[in-house]
């Protein structure tokens, strides 16, 4: 480390873009320190990936065994099932605390310095980190060879919504499970949208879900979506509403939502329900982090601009010294992206050139059955397809065939690949059903791979496993390919 400065990597925001770049950073030799004003973990650890899972979990549970049907098809035989809230919330606020710990010890652990307090870059290499004490705010100022920026994001609330934290609230609330609402509205239907509509109606709420855009689940590929909508909407309690904004959202007893046809602008209904899930997306936490002290302007908006090294950019040019990571850059705003991001970022500053892989990047949403995802959707690939001069061949494979599906009884699903006709690359993987969350990850690996269906279909897979839905896949994209190319 250079004798002028306290630090080689000073690190803004302990989530987990942070954690991991600060783990990276220290076996890299680096003296590194990290910031955070709130709590330790970030997002996803306190508000987000972490408790939410473990709503999921418990209420999965009482999902499973209200499944009479389902069970006694095996032969299993359950009495009337209750649940216990308070219990169920412990167990998220539990598993928080115990990985909010774990995560601080490993820090501690390897010498990383943890300072309490607001970072505010003042320069590309100084930062200034503010904190109360008592009744007065103390200030000082730290220099570092390398800053980096992992903010993260909030809840994203619509113009017209007004939120009391209590009857109308976000995810940030939402995981504290203080209430089962006998009738709630979710606004949105995205990944945590689903997810907290999985939760409320195993324990018993009735919800109505209200979607902006023309269809649901729109950031998914269009046959999955169709083929999760039946089960996890149209076999539910569960209401919708498509081309609907949620205009005007008012707390109290009873909450009152003011809907809006998207297309005239035209009032359509008034409605009155118990809460109201706020699921409207996030937006970066930029503000007052002093990137107006050096020039940096954020887009899109409140994004900072970085390049693929996650480098900040001023005027299309990087910052020296200065980095960004996460969901403050909206690259793609998933806890395991940030991780990514940091440790290609820690690289670059060592002059180790590496970038961010964003097509085999997987993501998921835990609902039961669950739906994940990674590279291309068809839409995607063809449009790609288009610009590149190639065309896009697509697969089903399908739960209902696979035999660890079928001795589960959870034949409800499906895999599909997208692959180029012309030299059979796998593009995307697209998965609905039963932990369709860790199938993904080895179509992940192919397509970071950049491998061929034609090469894919060799691999040998265990039997009876779920993984051999995607080998039937692969198996018939192999045999489609060798038709084409014959």
């Given at each position: 480390?250079?004798?002028?400065?306290?630090?080689?990597?000073?690190?803004?925001?302990?989530?987990?873009?942070?954690?991991?770049a600060a783990l990276h950073a220290v076996a890299c030799g680096l003296k590194t320190a990290i910031i955070?004003?709130?709590?330790?973990?970030g997002t996803c650890v306190n508000r987000g990936c972490i408790p939410s899972k473990a709503l999921l979990?418990?209420?999965?549970?009482?999902?499973?065994?209200?499944?009479?049907?389902?069970?006694?098809?095996?032969?299993?035989?359950?009495?009337?099932?209750?649940?216990?809230?308070?219990?169920?919330?412990?167990?998220?606020?539990?598993?928080?605390?115990?990985?909010?710990?774990?995560?601080?010890?490993?820090?501690?652990?390897?010498?990383?310095?943890?300072?309490?307090?607001?970072?505010?870059?003042?320069?590309?290499?100084?930062?200034?980190?503010?904190?109360?004490?008592?009744?007065?705010?103390?200030?000082?100022?730290?220099?570092?060879?390398?800053?980096?920026?992992?903010?993260?994001?909030?809840?994203?609330?619509?113009?017209?919504?007004?939120?009391?934290?209590?009857?109308?609230?976000?995810?940030?609330?939402?995981?504290?499970?203080?209430?089962?609402?006998?009738?709630?509205?979710?606004?949105?239907?995205?990944?945590?949208?689903?997810?907290?509509?999985?939760?409320?109606?195993?324990?018993?709420?009735?919800?109505?879900?209200?979607?902006?855009?023309?269809?649901?689940?729109?950031?998914?590929?269009?046959?999955?979506?169709?083929?999760?909508?039946?089960?996890?909407?149209?076999?539910?309690?569960?209401?919708?509403?498509?081309?609907?904004?949620?205009?005007?959202?008012?707390?109290?007893?009873?909450?009152?939502?003011?809907?809006?046809?998207?297309?005239?602008?035209?009032?359509?209904?008034?409605?009155?329900?118990?809460?109201?899930?706020?699921?409207?997306?996030?937006?970066?936490?930029?503000?007052?982090?002093?990137?107006?002290?050096?020039?940096?302007?954020?887009?899109?908006?409140?994004?900072?601009?970085?390049?693929?090294?996650m480098q900040v950019l001023k005027d299309g040019e990087p910052v020296p010294h200065l980095w960004a990571?996460?969901?403050?850059?909206?690259?793609?705003?998933?806890?395991?992206?940030?991780?990514?991001?940091?440790?290609?970022?820690?690289?670059?500053?060592?002059?180790?050139?590496?970038?961010?892989?964003?097509?085999?990047?997987?993501?998921?949403?835990?609902?039961?059955?669950?739906?994940?995802?990674?590279?291309?959707?068809?839409?995607?690939?063809?449009?790609?397809?288009?610009?590149?001069?190639?065309?896009?061949?697509?697969?089903?494979?399908?739960?209902?065939?696979?035999?660890?599906?079928?001795?589960?009884?959870?034949?409800?699903?499906?895999?599909?690949?997208?692959?180029?006709?012309?030299?059979?690359?796998?593009?995307?993987?697209?998965?609905?059903?039963?932990?369709?969350?860790?199938?993904?990850?080895?179509?992940?690996?192919?397509?970071?791979?950049?491998?061929?269906?034609?090469?894919?279909?060799?691999?040998?897979?265990?039997?009876?496993?779920?993984?051999?839905?995607?080998?039937?896949?692969?198996?018939?994209?192999?045999?489609?390919?060798?038709?084409?190319?014959?």
């Amino acid at each position: 480390m250079s004798q002028e400065f306290d630090y080689d990597l000073v690190i803004i925001g302990a989530g987990v873009g942070g954690h991991g770049a600060a783990l990276h950073a220290v076996a890299c030799g680096l003296k590194t320190a990290i910031i955070e004003a709130a709590d330790m973990g970030g997002t996803c650890v306190n508000r987000g990936c972490i408790p939410s899972k473990a709503l999921l979990a418990a209420s999965g549970r009482v999902r499973e065994l209200q499944n009479v049907r389902h069970l006694e098809s095996m032969g299993v035989t359950v009495g009337p099932v209750s649940y216990n809230r308070e219990v169920i919330a412990d167990h998220a606020n539990n598993l928080v605390a115990k990985l909010q710990g774990d995560l601080t010890n490993s820090l501690k652990r390897i010498k990383v310095d943890i300072i309490q307090g607001w970072g505010k870059v003042l320069g590309s290499q100084k930062v200034e980190v503010t904190r109360p004490d008592g009744n007065r705010t103390v200030t000082k100022t730290i220099t570092a060879k390398e800053v980096m920026i992992s903010a993260g994001s909030v809840p994203a609330v619509p113009p017209g919504i007004e939120l009391d934290g209590k009857t109308v609230f976000t995810s940030d609330e939402a995981v504290k499970l203080e209430t089962v609402p006998d009738w709630i509205a979710i606004i949105g239907s995205g990944y945590i949208g689903l997810e907290f509509s999985d939760v409320y109606t195993a324990l018993g709420s009735e919800v109505t879900m209200i979607e902006a855009l023309d269809n649901l689940m729109p950031g998914f590929d269009p046959d999955i979506a169709k083929v999760a909508k039946r089960t996890l909407v149209e076999g539910r309690d569960l209401e919708t509403y498509t081309g609907i904004f949620a205009t005007k959202v008012v707390p109290g007893s009873p909450v009152t939502i003011e809907l809006t046809d998207a297309k005239t602008k035209e009032v359509i209904d008034v409605l009155e329900v118990d809460a109201c899930l706020v699921a409207t997306g996030r937006r970066p936490a930029t503000k007052n982090l002093g990137l107006d002290n050096i020039g940096v302007e954020t887009v899109r908006p409140g994004f900072i601009p970085v390049n693929d090294k996650m480098q900040v950019l001023k005027d299309g040019e990087p910052v020296p010294h200065l980095w960004a990571i996460g969901d403050a850059t909206g690259k793609m705003m998933l806890a395991h992206a940030a991780s990514a991001q940091g440790v290609v970022a820690v690289e670059n500053m060592l002059g180790r050139s590496r970038t961010v892989d964003y097509r085999s990047i997987p993501a998921a949403a835990f609902t039961h059955p669950e739906v994940s995802f990674v590279g291309l959707t068809e839409p995607q690939a063809k449009e790609l397809g288009q610009e590149e001069g190639f065309e896009v061949a697509t697969v089903r494979s399908y739960f209902k065939g696979n035999s660890k599906a079928i001795a589960e009884g959870e034949g409800d699903g499906l895999a599909k690949l997208v692959y180029r006709k012309d030299t059979g690359e796998l593009l995307g993987a697209h998965i609905f059903g039963i932990h369709a969350a860790d199938l993904i990850q080895e179509a992940a690996s192919a397509i970071a791979n950049r491998d061929a269906v034609q090469n894919l279909a060799f691999q040998v897979h265990a039997h009876p496993t779920l993984s051999e839905v995607l080998d039937e896949g692969y198996k018939r994209a192999e045999r489609e390919f060798a038709a084409v190319t014959a």
